[in-house]
């Protein structure tokens, strides 16, 4: 799995940080969203696919 951000469209809403914590957070300065990282394990697959769908600006792509 790879996943991607397009911090030019995040609106730094969260929703990804609060649905996979462990591969997600935000920049303190202004809360866009960051990758902790691109290459997680596979028990998180479910929750990075969680996280995709919810973000409400479609900014993280996850390729299989």
Known sequence: MKI???QDKCVA????????EDV???R?????AVLLT???SPELADDVH???AVCP???ITVED
């Open 13 to 20: 809403s969260g929703q990804c940080v609060m649905a996979a």
């Open 57 to 59: 600006a479609l900014a």
């Open 50 to 52: 969680h996280a995709a």
């Open 28 to 32: 303190d300065e202004d809360g866009i």
């Open 4 to 6: 991607t951000i397009d």
């Open 38 to 40: 691109d290459s997680p």
């Open 24 to 26: 997600f957070d935000q």
